[in-house]
């Protein structure tokens, strides 16, 4: 009698399956070593790579919920490709937290005057990264109800 494991499922995914997950993973990597940057630069240190004052006292002035935010983000989509390599159920779940939490980081760059201090080329990095974890969470979704369906 076979069992029927999400985790563990025999059932072939195409090529790009496989390279949507590894781009997705390396891009979440990515968000991580950022996110660590965030948290041990100076004011100093992005003035030195050139920021201005006003933007290195806005990127420094985060408010905690901002940090949880993007750690959140960054963690969850990590971990979520992760398990989609695993083919998991829950990396559908994991997803939609990574996608909420850089939905309230976007909020947060709005209402806390990153946008304002940084320009046009922070929304359009920021964008990139709320579309790049809906269409992850699109993938796992799809690849969800294909299970569904089998």
Known sequence: MATSDPVSSTSNRPVWFWIAAGLGLAWNIFGLVQFAGSLTSTSDSLMEAGMTAEQAAVMKGYPIWMTIAFATGTLGGTIGCCLLFLRSKHATNVFWISLVAYLVLY????????????????????????????????????FDKAKLEQ
Do not use: H, K, N
Request: proline residues 6%; glycine residues 12%; hydrophobic residues 60%.
């Open 107 to 142: 909020i947060g760059d709005y209402t806390e005057g990153v946008f304002a201090a940084m320009g046009p080329p922070q929304v359009i990095i920021l964008t990139i990264v709320v579309v790049i974890a809906g269409a992850l969470l699109a993938l796992s979704r799809f």
